[in-house]
């Protein structure tokens, strides 16, 4: 009798050290699948293990443009090299259709916006995005010999603007209820009031300043009244850890005095917020 309770005895302590065998197994194996499933949400590995930084942009001087030997140079295509580098990664220069900009994220057609953005609703509702790193404002762009008679926003309110698809440029002209047509990029905006098939295009105040005037290619316009100020900001995938990211590489970058270097570089020092 005894020896049917000692062995009745150990058949449950057996069968108890199996569950807590198996119990154990399977909670490293849960926690495996979530450092699994961390890894590969995780937008910065994903980026480190292709191997590339792909930033979405559009042809807009000072922030993202060509040089003569058709290099991307400005200050955002430069600071995003120099996270790219930082990242151990290359980085690649994809134009987009601006109206799409959120779509190429989610795609996966491109890692990051980063082009003068300004951080508008919709963007920060759609996006992960950094913070502020410049300020800028919109701006009204007429031929020099309309500028003394525009002084306010009614002033212009009989003018036809260009503006580029899907930008704050756009939203200004509608807020405004002004009579605009759509373009693909802030460059074709001017180049319209150049051309004079529009009266005066809204682009960025940094923009402007790079493009229009004395000393530049179109010397014969001028900006005149700031219809918004805002901030540029980084766009990233919803919910990306890229975004955080790239706030500490703003905050090395402005501490080591890097921003305020390139800042110098393409005349908008002013404009960069402290991180």
């Keep these: 009798m005894?020896?049917?309770?000692?062995?009745?005895?150990?058949?449950c302590v057996m069968a108890v050290s199996m569950m807590a065998c198996g119990s154990k197994e399977n909670t490293e194996t849960a926690g495996d699948d979530a450092v699994a499933t961390e890894q590969a949400e995780s937008d910065v590995a994903y980026i480190q293990d292709k191997g590339t930084l792909i930033v979405g942009i559009t042809d807009f001087a000072p922030m993202d443009y060509k040089d003569e030997s058709g290099e991307w140079i400005g200050f955002d295509a430069d600071i995003s090299k120099k996270v790219a580098e930082s990242l151990g990664v290359d980085v690649e220069f994809v134009e987009i259709d601006w109206d799409n900009?959120?779509?190429?994220?989610?795609?996966?057609?491109?890692?990051?916006?980063?082009?003068?953005?300004t951080l508008t609703p919709e963007v920060t509702n759609s996006m992960e995005c950094t913070k502020a790193y410049?300020?800028?404002?919109?701006?009204?762009?007429?031929?020099?010999?309309?500028?003394?008679?525009?002084?306010?926003?009614?002033?212009?309110?009989?003018?036809?603007?260009?503006?580029?698809?899907?930008?704050a440029g756009e939203?200004?002209?509608?807020?405004?209820?002004?009579?605009?047509?759509?373009?693909?990029?802030?460059?074709?905006?001017?180049?319209?009031?150049?051309?004079?098939?529009?009266?005066?295009?809204?682009i960025d105040l940094l923009m402007a300043g790079a493009m229009i005037?004395?000393?530049?290619?179109?010397?014969?316009?001028?900006?005149?009244?700031?219809?918004?100020t805002e901030e540029y900001g980084v766009g990233c995938r919803k919910g990306s850890d890229l975004a955080a990211y790239?706030?500490?590489q703003f905050k090395t970058?402005?501490?080591?005095?890097?921003?305020?270097e390139v800042g110098q570089t393409y005349g908008v020092q002013d404009a960069?917020?402290?991180q």
């Design 2 to 11: 005894k020896k049917k309770l000692v062995a009745g005895l150990l058949t």
């Design 101 to 117: 900009k959120i779509l190429e994220l989610e795609n996966k057609s491109i890692d990051v916006v980063w082009n003068g953005m």
């Design 134 to 167: 410049l300020n800028n404002a919109q701006v009204v762009v007429v031929s020099q010999d309309k500028a003394d008679s525009i002084k306010t926003a009614e002033d212009a309110a009989e003018l036809s603007f260009a503006v580029e698809s899907g930008s």
């Design 171 to 202: 939203e200004a002209a509608t807020e405004n209820n002004y009579d605009y047509v759509a373009v693909k990029s802030q460059a074709d905006a001017v180049m319209e009031v150049a051309a004079g098939t529009s009266d005066a295009c809204i």
């Design 213 to 228: 005037g004395e000393g530049t290619s179109y010397p014969e316009l001028a900006h005149t009244v700031e219809l918004t």
């Design 246 to 248: 790239i706030d500490e």
């Design 253 to 260: 970058l402005y501490d080591d005095g890097t921003l305020e």
């Design 272 to 274: 960069i917020v402290a």
